[in-house]
């Protein structure tokens, strides 16, 4: 039958030893076996010869009666011990248990858990995270029993084990509590980072380390520091704790008190503590004030870092305390003289001065006229000419330019500018230089359905409209024979200041043909003009280079004389003119017309109605006449 543990232990140390086992072999007597009854003293044969023999036989008894006695003793104390640990309430494995270093050796620590147990401990179980360990022969530690022997027949203990019972424990009861615990950074993780709570390993997100993100938590590390327990779950073995909430409880009752202090409009002294895109933070003596860049100076500051450095100590002027948030606004620019109070003396309408260009937009460029004082030039006040184009293409940033003041407006703080109006306009200056009639040369810009456009001096244009580009032909058909690029000549017919327009004809070089040609034929008179053409429906004639048509049915009086083919080409012939169209350029030419014209003259001059004469009389008179 097996024995318990601690029967065990006290069988091995209630056994007596080596030389107390003399004269009884090497017989283990059982804790449940019968004993032989030992009470009566051995039989020892004497010799009667000798009294010698008597008395070493007396001495024998006597030794063999205290070996007897001694393993009586042995027996009953073995007994009382084998009870005793019967009756002893062992520890339960997995259980913290009180024990005292007996021994360090090897790196471990030999510890005394009592009921007759010992067990060995990694001393590196002993330090905290970044230290040494501090252990010493004697001391009393706490570990975690779990197991009560092992091959070596030693307790299996752990010190870290036991350290994170205990602070679980301690752990939750603060979290209850909503106390703070302390802890040390000892790691860095995926997210965050790793704490030492005194045993338990808590898991602190980045976002938790601080108020403002930590570049570099090296200085952290290893450093005793409190701690706020977000959350925790001792079945899973999870907490979750924040640096942040400590700082930030401590920086609201310091900044509660600060901000106390503080009024708007004060000037204080700060320190610059961080710089963004959109200002800097100061610190005013333990709460941090925004100092926006648009209060940083009464110029434009495009970044902050341009006039303020890390570090550097500034005055600043309180602007507005927002009690509830405790946020703090922060000027500079409100402890400077205000340019804006001289700008209606300096800078009078109309006037023209000299800026520096400070910010490009879509819609225009910002000038700076001095340091605080800006204005917008309109896009559509860059450039006379240029139209639709983006302003980084008539001016760069930080070009010197002149500019004229347009207009003030004191209480929006802003002052339109004009660039063009530095400069004449440039059709007024082409009118004076090119008036009506002048001669140009220019290159085709661009071609549209309704003419060509020219450019000219000054950086303008000016347009031939289709019905000025040739005499002969169809607008539509002579734009044809125009490129982009090409270098063409015109004439100026008309300059529009007020519309910048400048109109220009082609056709106009040579002069006007049709006016040059029927420049003393009127309606009515008489011309000679030579057959060029002989169609169905008429004749073509020619005069002066202008040709006309003239229609099958204006060619006799007669009827029967309404031939064309009774001309030929190179026939001059007399023609009444019907109609001068200096539009169409074109001639109304008619022999009928004119034959009657003839009849009705020589009617008026030799014969009347009444006369009783017939008109072939007259016509002969007339004939005779013209003979002499």
């Given at each position: 039958?097996?024995?318990?543990?601690?029967?065990?232990?006290?069988?091995?140390?209630?056994?007596?030893?080596?030389?107390?086992?003399?004269?009884?072999?090497?017989?283990?007597?059982?804790?449940?076996?019968?004993?032989?009854?030992?009470?009566?003293?051995?039989?020892?044969?004497?010799?009667p010869?000798?009294?010698?023999?008597?008395?070493?036989?007396?001495?024998?008894?006597?030794?063999?009666?205290?070996?007897?006695?001694?393993?009586?003793?042995?027996?009953?104390?073995?007994?009382?011990?084998?009870?005793e640990?019967?009756?002893?309430?062992?520890?339960?494995?997995?259980?913290?248990?009180?024990?005292?270093?007996?021994?360090?050796?090897?790196?471990?620590?030999?510890?005394?858990?009592?009921?007759?147990?010992?067990?060995?401990?990694?001393?590196?179980?002993?330090?905290?995270?970044?230290?040494?360990?501090?252990?010493s022969?004697?001391?009393?530690?706490?570990?975690?029993?779990?197991?009560?022997?092992?091959?070596?027949?030693?307790?299996?203990i752990?010190?870290?084990?036991?350290?994170?019972?205990?602070?679980?424990?301690?752990?939750?009861?603060?979290?209850?509590?909503?106390?703070?615990?302390?802890?040390?950074?000892?790691?860095?993780?995926?997210?965050?980072?790793t704490?030492?709570?005194?045993?338990?390993?808590?898991?602190?997100?980045?976002?938790?380390?601080?108020?403002?993100?930590?570049?570099?938590?090296?200085?952290?590390?290893?450093?005793?520091?409190?701690?706020?327990i977000?959350?925790?779950?001792?079945?899973?073995?999870?907490?979750?704790?924040?640096?942040?909430?400590?700082?930030?409880?401590?920086?609201?009752?310091?900044?509660?008190?600060?901000?106390?202090?503080?009024?708007?409009?004060?000037?204080?002294?700060?320190?610059?503590?961080?710089?963004?895109?959109?200002?800097?933070?100061?610190?005013?003596?333990?709460v941090?004030?925004?100092?926006?860049?648009?209060?940083?100076?009464?110029?434009?500051?495009?970044?902050?870092?341009?006039?303020?450095?890390?570090?550097?100590?500034?005055?600043?002027?309180v602007?507005?305390?927002?009690?509830?948030?405790?946020?703090?606004?922060?000027?500079?620019?409100?402890?400077?003289?205000?340019?804006?109070?001289?700008?209606?003396?300096?800078?009078?309408?109309?006037?023209?001065?000299?800026?520096?260009?400070?910010?490009?937009?879509?819609?225009?460029?910002?000038?700076?006229?001095?340091?605080?004082?800006?204005?917008?030039?309109?896009?559509?006040?860059?450039?006379?000419?240029?139209?639709?184009?983006?302003?980084?293409?008539?001016?760069?940033?930080?070009?010197?330019?002149?500019?004229?003041?347009?207009?003030?407006?004191?209480a929006?703080?802003?002052?339109?500018?004009?660039?063009?109006?530095?400069?004449?306009?440039?059709?007024?200056?082409?009118?004076?230089?090119?008036?009506?009639?002048?001669?140009?040369e220019?290159?085709?810009?661009?071609?549209?359905?309704?003419?060509?456009?020219?450019?000219?001096?000054g950086?303008?244009?000016?347009?031939?409209?289709?019905?000025?580009?040739?005499?002969?032909?169809?607008?539509?058909?002579?734009?044809?024979?125009y490129?982009?690029?090409?270098?063409?000549?015109?004439?100026?017919?008309?300059?529009?200041?007020?519309?910048?327009?400048?109109?220009?004809?082609?056709?106009?070089?040579?002069g006007?043909?049709?006016?040059?040609?029927?420049?003393?034929?009127?309606?009515?008179?008489?011309?000679?003009?030579?057959v060029?053409?002989?169609?169905?429906?008429?004749?073509?004639?020619?005069?002066?280079?202008?040709?006309?048509?003239?229609?099958?049915?204006?060619?006799?009086?007669?009827?029967?004389?309404?031939?064309p083919?009774?001309?030929?080409?190179?026939?001059?012939?007399?023609?009444?003119?019907?109609?001068?169209?200096?539009?169409?350029?074109?001639?109304?030419?008619?022999?009928?017309?004119?034959?009657?014209?003839?009849?009705?003259?020589?009617?008026?001059?030799?014969?009347s109605?009444?006369?009783?004469?017939?008109?072939?009389?007259?016509?002969?008179?007339?004939?005779?006449?013209?003979?002499?």
């Open positions: 039958m097996s024995l318990c543990y601690p029967a065990r232990v006290a069988t091995r140390q209630t056994m007596p030893q080596d030389e107390d086992r003399a004269g009884v072999g090497n017989h283990r007597p059982s804790l449940f076996c019968e004993c032989r009854d030992q009470s009566r003293s051995p039989q020892v044969r004497t010799s010869q000798t009294g010698g023999d008597n008395r070493s036989a007396r001495k024998t008894i006597r030794k063999g009666n205290r070996r007897h006695m001694a393993q009586n003793a042995s027996m009953e104390e073995f007994e009382a011990l084998l009870n640990s019967l009756e002893m309430d062992t520890p339960d494995e997995g259980s913290v248990v009180k024990g005292k270093v007996i021994a360090i050796e090897a790196g471990q620590a030999i510890i005394d858990v009592g009921y007759k147990m010992e067990g060995r401990v990694d001393l590196k179980e002993f330090a905290n995270p970044g230290e040494a360990p501090d252990l022969v004697g001391d009393e530690v706490e570990v975690f029993l779990r197991s009560a022997e092992n091959a070596r027949g030693e307790a299996v752990s010190r870290e084990m036991a350290r994170r019972e205990e602070a679980w424990d301690r752990l939750e009861k603060a979290y209850a509590d909503d106390a703070r615990v302390e802890g040390a950074i000892f790691g860095r993780v995926k997210g965050g980072f704490v030492d709570l005194g045993g338990a390993v808590a898991f602190l997100p980045g976002s938790q380390v601080d108020v403002r993100p930590v570049r570099d938590a090296g200085p952290l590390m290893g450093l005793k520091q409190p701690f706020q977000l959350k925790m779950d001792r079945r899973r073995g999870n907490i979750v704790v924040s640096r942040r909430a400590i700082l930030e409880e401590s920086r609201a009752e310091q900044r509660a008190e600060v901000i106390g202090n503080l009024t708007e409009g004060q000037a204080v002294d700060g320190v610059v503590k961080n710089i963004t895109e959109y200002g800097a933070f100061v610190d005013l003596g333990g941090d004030g925004l100092l926006h860049v648009t209060d940083m100076a009464w110029r434009r500051v495009n970044h902050p870092s341009e006039i303020l450095s890390i570090g550097e100590t500034v005055k600043v002027q602007i507005k305390i927002n009690k509830d948030t405790h946020r703090i606004s922060l000027g500079m620019k409100q402890l400077q003289e205000d340019p804006w109070d001289l700008v209606a003396a300096k800078y009078p309408l109309e006037s023209v001065h000299m800026g520096r260009v400070t910010n490009i937009t879509d819609y225009g460029a910002f000038v700076e006229l001095e340091p605080g004082v800006e204005g917008l030039v309109h896009v559509s006040e860059m450039s006379w000419t240029k139209k639709n184009v983006h302003p980084g293409k008539i001016v760069s940033t930080s070009q010197e330019v002149e500019v004229m003041v347009l207009e003030i407006d004191g929006k703080r802003r002052v339109s500018l004009g660039l063009k109006q530095t400069m004449r306009n440039p059709w007024e200056v082409f009118a004076e230089t090119h008036p009506e009639g002048t001669e140009v220019g290159e085709v810009k661009n071609i549209t359905e309704f003419g060509l456009f020219v450019g000219l001096d950086d303008i244009d000016g347009m031939v409209h289709l019905s000025d580009l040739s005499w002969d032909e169809r607008g539509e058909d002579a734009i044809q024979n490129r982009k690029g090409d270098m063409v000549q015109a004439v100026v017919t008309e300059v529009d200041v007020e519309k910048e327009r400048i109109s220009l004809s082609i056709k106009a070089l040579g006007d043909k049709f006016a040059d040609a029927v420049g003393g034929v009127k309606r009515g008179s008489i011309i000679t003009v030579q060029t053409a002989i169609e169905d429906g008429g004749i073509e004639v020619e005069y002066e280079g202008m040709k006309s048509f003239i229609r099958r049915s204006d060619l006799s009086r007669d009827r029967a004389e309404q031939r083919e009774r001309f030929s080409v190179g026939d001059k012939v007399d023609v009444r003119v019907t109609n001068v169209d200096s539009k169409t350029r074109r001639l109304g030419l008619s022999i009928k017309a004119r034959e009657i014209a003839e009849e009705k003259e020589a009617v008026e001059q030799y014969g109605s009444d006369s009783g004469a017939s008109l072939g009389d007259i016509l002969g008179a007339a004939l005779k006449s013209g003979d002499n």
